[in-house]
């Protein structure tokens, strides 16, 4: 990976390591940096869902001992079931996790966010890098009681079938696309990487959504026009739909370079190439434009 088109903070945590040897003195250092997170009464809780995610978490937990905040913090790592070292590796660091069997992430969701002990959950993910600032940017705009759910923008970690160039191509594309629906839809712009809600209020309207398909499910709060999602999915805009609906308050987009996550291109890449996921995504959108600047219809409920 060329790392010369990356701010130095993500590069800083790019480090490689093989599968069953991994450096003792780097696991003590990630274990040290990331013990201001184990506190009993936190204002914060970052929950992530790790599934088979050995070779990102390392990178992962790296980055968030790097956070800087004079907020009491916990962390809390579902292991949503994975068959790999994952659990050992967050055992070795020392980090506070919980074992979610059912697989889905909308599942794991739902159980961070039932044993998360802080006021608000800060939403991330295994195969992202934070930066130093990211826990205070994405959840700044909470103290304004009108906000429900904050979100972030993203960059993509280029793998060697990518390049960054292409791929900050890709992500101008992307977010243009995201200012669009951000007249009427903002929901649909928040990804499940990078948000953030009152627990009380994630409470009230049910939680994540695991199978909208039930009767009285949050899907159903997406009103005629709007696709409901397969069951388990869509979980991250679905809860930023439901609190908008159900009066918690509004959807707010967090421009604050401190709170752009840096993700895994392996979604872009299962797509066959960089081309075809543009294609997928952007062109699909482009068709999309005007149902986007369409008023979003209220529910009936």
């Known amino acids: 990976m060329n790392n010369s088109l990356l701010p130095t903070w993500v590069s800083k945590h790019l480090f490689a390591y093989p599968s069953g040897d991994t450096s ?17 009464n936190p204002e914060i809780s970052i929950v992530i869902p790790a599934y088979n995610e050995e070779a990102n978490i390392l990178n992962l937990l790296s980055s968030l001992g790097d956070q800087q905040t004079t907020r009491s913090v916990e962390l809390l ?21 919980i074992f979610e069997k059912q697989p889905g992430v909308a599942f794991a969701r739902q159980s961070g966010l039932l044993a998360a002990k802080g006021r608000i959950i800060a939403n991330a993910d295994a195969d992202c890098l934070y930066p130093p600032g990211w826990v205070e940017a994405i959840t700044a705009p909470l103290q304004n009681p009108a906000i429900a759910c ?5 960059s993509f970690l280029p793998s060697p079938q990518s390049s960054r160039l292409a791929l900050s191509l890709y992500e101008k594309a992307a977010h243009l696309l995201n200012r669009v629906r951000n007249r009427h839809r903002s929901y649909m712009n928040v990804y499940g990487f990078n948000f953030a809600f009152r627990r009380a209020d994630a409470l009230a309207v049910g939680g994540f ?9 949050v899907a159903e709060l997406i009103a005629a026009g ?36 840096w993700t895994s291109d392996r979604r872009l890449v299962a797509d066959g190439s960089l081309m ?17 600047l369409s008023p979003t219809p209220k529910s009936s409920s």
């Open 77 to 97: 790592v579902v292991n949503n079931n994975s068959a790999d070292r994952t659990q050992e590796l967050l055992d070795k660091c020392g980090v506070r996790s």
């Open 276 to 292: 075809k996921a543009f294609s997928k995504r952007f062109w699909g959108g482009l068709q999309e434009i005007g149902h986007f």
């Open 209 to 217: 959504e695991t199978d909208s398909g039930r009767e009285g499910s």
């Open 150 to 154: 904050s979100y972030g923008l993203y």
């Open 226 to 261: 709007e696709a409901p999602p397969p069951s388990g999915r869509c979980e991250d805009g679905l809860m930023a739909l439901a609190l908008q609906n159900q009066g918690k308050g509004t959807t707010y987009r967090v421009t604050d370079p401190n709170a752009k996550a």
């Open 24 to 40: 003792v003195e780097r696991i003590a250092d990630i274990r040290l940096r990331l013990s201001k997170f184990r506190i009993e």
